[in-house]
Nanobody, 124 residues
């Protein structure tokens, strides 16, 4: 059984920063891909960022490129999402996900495991 637990969400003013964490347990993720997605009310779940343990490749959604950074701590089996320059349109529930595929996939249907989500609210 795989568990993903997100933390670090909260409320911040526009221009501020937050760092989300995703602690993975149940398996070693050295050959997995990890991703962050978000979902705002009434909208589809949107790709944010992804990381592949194999080769260390990353991928970012167009709306967050240059502002968000995905990183990992292998020893802690934890994935982070550093969010800088936050905008009101970044307001959403953010989900961590894991895929058996050894690449930084942008496709939500590639991900078999999901966390419970953490709320990020950005006020103007």
């Amino acid at each position: 059984q795989v568990q993903l637990v997100e933390s670090g969400g909260g409320s911040v003013q526009a221009g501020g920063s937050l760092r989300l964490s995703c602690a993975a347990s149940g398996r070693t993720f050295s050959s997995y891909g990890m991703g962050w997605f978000r979902q705002a009310p009434g909208k589809e779940r949107e790709f944010v960022a992804a990381f592949s343990w194999s080769g260390g490749s990353t991928s970012y959604g167009d709306s967050v490129k240059g502002r968000f950074t995905i990183s990992t701590d292998n020893a802690k089996n934890t994935v982070y999402l550093q969010m800088n320059g936050l905008k009101p349109e970044d307001t959403a529930v953010y989900y961590c996900a894991a895929t058996y595929l050894g690449r930084a996939s942008r496709e939500r249907y590639d991900y078999a495991y999901w966390g419970q989500g953490t709320q990020v609210t950005v006020s103007s």
